[in-house]
């Protein structure tokens, strides 16, 4: 027999439960879905998200990548006892992708297409990122095609955050960064010679040195206003990431003559260049000393494959995306990771949109505050069962990291995969929609 307090307590769950069932204008499906989880719920998960870095053999131009995505996934699968899932999330890095595709490109042939696009003489580089890997070799070739260029840099950080010198130091000397515009020697006389935090590297004069050893002339400036390239030349290459179509616009409507973006750089091949329609060479990463390699094309059909091909194998409809820099930002080296166009150039229609999520503490404090333990637990799970399809702008739904699906997927995809040697380019998500009551 059941006690009175334990009546009491499920008549109040009972209760609750119709409230909220109630309040989405209740329906039989509805009723059969919560019925389906409770009978279900025997046993209960301890363990919600888990992702996997999963190694791979060394990907070459012409591999199938599908199919060695697929192989290395159920190879971990079957080694580390694990089984995929309906809903889990497999995911590749950019650069095996692009590896497979042999998307390359050499400095002559980015040179070329900055000849064709420029005719050469005084060329305007502005705001490109300080940055070995992702600019220098972009650099190279750009200046292999001009005669001249004025280097023009944001301060007293790029775009991604690299700094030439801390905002400290311009309080210190009086300088205002978004008013005044500074010569290369007075940058010098002002703050002297700069090193990066983690890099050891002086910005100003590597990208000087690669210029110049390419037989071109150079010219540094430092300035946060866009139009100030204007007063040296009215050609210009825009080399911001983000913000590049604002910076187009500004200049063309101070009067440029010649405005182009990374991204309209190599978007056709050049001279058997590899390249891409969308992105340009944005997105690119140092591949050797003289050349780059472009951020990937048509990277729909190969989600697209990977998801038919471990259907076929394990019956799992799994979601699949491509992905890059992650879009975190490091508040030590204050770098923001994405120098990439964006975080996932193609995924799967289930990883579409945001997540609906609510705040499990703002329920705990606020709808259940008189609730303790067991009782609200089952509290939480009833709400969230029966939460709305559309939480935005509720106050319950605050606090849950508004951002699309693929850029959060893509941040922990790109921070469990690493830059370096663990030769993990691929990634497996298990359990990322579940939620309190699976």
């Known amino acids: 027999?059941?006690?009175?307090?334990?009546?009491?307590?499920?008549?109040?769950?009972?209760?609750?439960?119709?409230?909220?069932?109630?309040?989405?204008?209740?329906?039989?499906?509805?009723?059969?879905?919560?019925?389906?989880?409770?009978r279900h719920a025997i046993v209960e998960r301890l363990v919600g998200t888990v992702s996997r870095g999963i190694r791979a053999p060394i990907v070459r131009q012409g591999d199938d990548i599908a199919q060695i995505v697929v192989d290395s996934v159920l190879n971990a699968a079957e080694s580390e006892g694990f089984s995929l899932r309906d809903r889990d999330v497999v995911a590749v890095?950019?650069?095996?992708?692009?590896?497979?595709?042999?998307?390359?490109?050499?400095?002559?042939q980015i040179a070329a297409d900055i000849r064709a696009k420029f005719g050469g003489g005084t060329l305007g580089v502005i705001f490109p990122i300080l940055s070995r890997n992702r600019f220098a070799m972009c650099l190279k070739g750009i200046a292999k095609g001009a005669d001249k260029i004025v280097l023009m840099l944001s301060y007293p950080a790029d775009e991604v955050g690299n700094h030439l010198v801390?905002?400290?130091?311009?309080?210190?000397?009086?300088?205002?960064?978004?008013?005044?515009?500074?010569?290369?020697?007075?940058?010098?006389?002002?703050?002297?010679?700069?090193?990066?935090?983690?890099?050891?590297?002086?910005?100003?004069?590597?990208y000087k040195e690669l210029i110049t050893s390419c037989g071109c002339q150079v010219e540094v400036i430092l300035s946060n206003d866009c139009r100030t390239i204007l007063q040296h030349t009215d050609n210009v290459l825009c080399c911001d990431i983000h913000s590049r179509a604002r910076t187009k616009r500004l200049l063309q409507k101070a009067g440029a003559k010649t405005v182009y973006c990374l991204d309209e750089i190599l978007t056709q091949p050049v001279d058997g260049s590899g390249c891409n329609e969308t992105y340009g060479l944005l997105g690119s990463n140092k591949a050797t000393e003289e050349s780059v390699k472009l951020f990937p094309r048509d990277c729909g059909p190969v989600v697209?494959?990977?998801?038919?091909?471990?259907?076929?194998?394990?019956?799992?409809?799994?979601?699949?995306?491509?992905?890059?820099?992650?879009?975190?930002?490091?508040?030590?080296?204050?770098?923001?990771?994405?120098?990439?166009?964006?975080?996932?150039?193609?995924?799967?229609?289930?990883?579409?949109?945001?997540?609906n999520e609510v705040k499990l503490k703002y329920l705990a404090?606020?709808?259940?505050?008189?609730?303790?333990?067991?009782?609200?637990?089952?509290a939480i799970s009833a709400y969230i069962r029966n939460k709305e399809e559309d939480l935005t702008g509720q106050m319950v739904s605050q606090g849950t990291t508004p951002r699309r699906l693929t850029d959060l997927i893509g941040s922990l995809c790109d921070l469990t995969s690493g830059s370096g040697d663990k030769g993990t380019p691929i990634v497996l998500v298990q359990g990322y929609f579940d939620n309190y009551t699976k």
Not at 93 to 108: F, H, I, K, L, P
Request: charged letters at 30%; glycine letters at 10%; aromatic letters at 8%.
């Open 1 to 38: 027999m059941q006690g009175p307090g334990r009546l009491c307590r499920r008549n109040r769950l009972a209760a609750l439960a119709q409230r909220q069932y109630n309040r989405r204008g209740g329906s039989a499906a509805c009723e059969e879905r919560n019925s389906e989880a409770r």
């Open 166 to 206: 801390d905002l400290d130091a311009l309080d210190e000397k009086g300088i205002n960064p978004w008013t005044d515009v500074l010569t290369e020697q007075q940058f010098r006389d002002l703050f002297g010679y700069q090193r990066h935090t983690f890099t050891g590297v002086d910005y100003i004069e590597y």
């Open 93 to 108: 890095t950019e650069a095996v992708v692009a590896r497979a595709q042999g998307n390359y490109a050499t400095t002559q």
């Open 304 to 355: 697209e494959a990977i998801q038919q091909k471990l259907l076929e194998r394990t019956g799992k409809h799994v979601e699949v995306m491509v992905y890059g820099d992650g879009a975190f930002k490091d508040p030590v080296g204050k770098i923001w990771e994405l120098a990439d166009p964006v975080v996932s150039p193609a995924y799967t229609p289930g990883l579409e949109g945001q997540p």
């Open 365 to 378: 404090d606020n709808d259940f505050a008189d609730l303790q333990g067991e009782e609200l637990k089952e």
